[in-house]
């Protein structure tokens, strides 16, 4: 099985920038689809984006649509999410998940493998 591990959180101003990074070993990231999921305090986890094993195909929930982009390097078996124009409610622990099912996934059970998780804070 794959193990993933998250990095790149951190404490930034809104409108700021992060690029969050998740590095995967144990097996290719190549054979998994990818997403980024959040969970803020209180609230459920939800998902941010998710892209393709080949990385042809990406989708992105509403609420960060324009503002963040996931994108993936099989040869280095990374996969990233580049955030832009932060705002405070972006606020929340993010998480990489691995898909092994045949069609990308766009909830948390579709996901089979997790990582730890890194904190994103974005102060007002």
């Known amino acids: 099985q794959v193990q993933l591990v998250e990095l790149g959180g951190g404490l930034v101003q809104a409108g700021g920038s992060l690029r969050l990074s998740c590095t995967a070993s144990?097996?290719?990231?190549?054979?998994?689809?990818m997403g980024w999921f959040r969970q803020a305090p209180g609230k459920e986890r939800e998902i941010v984006a998710a892209i393709s094993r080949s990385g042809y195909s990406t989708y992105y929930a509403d609420y960060v649509k324009g503002r963040f982009t996931i994108s993936r390097d099989n040869a280095k078996n990374t996969v990233s999410l580049q955030m832009n124009s932060l705002k405070p409610e972006d606020t929340a622990v993010y998480y990489c998940?691995?898909?092994?099912?045949?069609?990308?996934?766009?909830?948390?059970?579709?996901?089979?493998?997790w990582g730890q998780g890194t904190q994103v804070t974005v102060s007002s």
């Open positions: 998940a691995a898909d092994r099912s045949f069609a990308l996934g766009y909830t948390d059970d579709d996901y089979d493998y």
């Open positions: 144990g097996r290719a990231v190549s054979n998994y689809h």
